[in-house]
């Protein structure tokens, strides 16, 4: 159904812009004729669709190329699949491990890091686990004791969507020495599973006074709408680094191939470096993006070498 969807808006020429709450609207926009401009469809994450920042950067990218961006969001999870199914050119997403096993299936091509920001806990300004100034770990311990005791008011949203902070908060469970599966995962009501996008997910945990693991990005996009207040904003963990990369399908062509190459390129230009780390600024005071300028060594990614590959070292595999 999600190919079919996406089909569908290709050939009606539309992309998904933000729209509130989260969600995604269609807009029209001009359809060329055959061969008159090619087209790129980019599968990413929802943190750095609902920021606004592909909002962003695809009017940077078309006012210089003649290339029509469609840019469709889910978690990393989905996002992946579509990419191995052949329904993205281009994946952009934040989650090492995932994306680690989509390039070794054959299926990405010139992946480079291109920017970070970190996760954060947010939760109810009184904080009824009392999880203030612990670590990510120690205070998914807390939450996870105080919500099976039945303490009034203690909560957990998580995304349960298999995206790229599902991944980080399974992450932050096992470092906790704690089964995902067995030992947090249907474990009790306060253990709340959104299935859904960041933006939706925050507001989820806002109506229920709850906490939950977000980016900061996305938190602060979404800030004025939520009575939530960040309550854990450092550790090791909640690191989170995004990255681009060409996808490689059966059937793609050379130049769709190169299209793709170029747009990797772009994206660690230094003046598109450059327009990351000031997107949000003037409205935030910060930026929701840290771009990597080609420092990047901490990340064991990389973020600076031209892309150049054109065919995978192994043949891939649909999902």
Not at 94 to 115: D, M
Request: charged residues 15%; hydrophobic residues 40%.
């Amino acid at each position: 159904m999600v190919a079919m969807l996406l089909g569908a808006a290709l050939f009606a020429g539309c992309t998904t812009t933000p729209a509130p709450g989260g969600s995604q609207t269609a807009t029209p926009t001009p359809t060329a004729a055959t061969g008159e401009t090619p087209q790129l469809l980019i599968a990413t994450t929802t943190s750095l669709y609902d920021t606004g920042l592909w909002d962003y950067l695809q009017q940077m990218y078309e006012s210089t190329h003649d290339v029509k961006l469609l840019i469709t969001s889910q978690g990393t999870g989905k996002a992946i699949e579509l990419a191995i199914n052949g329904d993205a050119d281009i994946l952009a997403v934040h989650s090492p491990a995932q994306e680690a096993a989509f390039i070794a299936n054959g299926s990405g091509l010139n992946s480079r890091c291109f920017a970070y920001n970190y996760f954060i806990i947010v939760g109810p300004a009184d904080d009824p686990a009392g999880v203030a100034n612990l670590t990510p770990e120690e205070a998914f311990l807390k939450i996870r004791e105080q919500g099976m005791a039945g303490t009034p008011g203690v909560f957990f949203v998580s995304r349960g969507d298999n995206s790229g902070t599902h991944s980080a908060e399974k992450a932050i469970w096992k470092n906790a020495k704690l089964d995902y599966a067995t030992q947090v995962e249907g474990s009790g009501n306060w253990y709340v599973e959104a299935g859904s996008g960041m933006g939706a997910t925050l507001q989820l945990a806002s109506e229920k006074g709850a906490y939950t693991l977000t980016d900061e990005g996305t938190f602060l996009a979404y800030k004025g709408q939520l009575d939530l207040v960040p309550v854990i904003s450092s550790g090791a963990s909640l690191l989170n680094r995004y990255s681009v990369m060409t996808v490689y399908y059966p059937g793609v062509t050379p130049q769709k191939l190169e299209l793709g190459n170029e747009f990797v390129d772009w994206m660690i230009s230094p003046d598109t470096q450059t327009a990351i780390g000031e997107y949000g600024v003037s409205k935030y005071g910060k930026p929701l993006f840290t771009p990597m300028f080609g420092n990047c060594s901490q990340f064991n990614c990389d973020c600076s070498s031209p892309a150049t590959l054109l065919m995978p070292s192994v043949a891939p595999t649909k999902a």
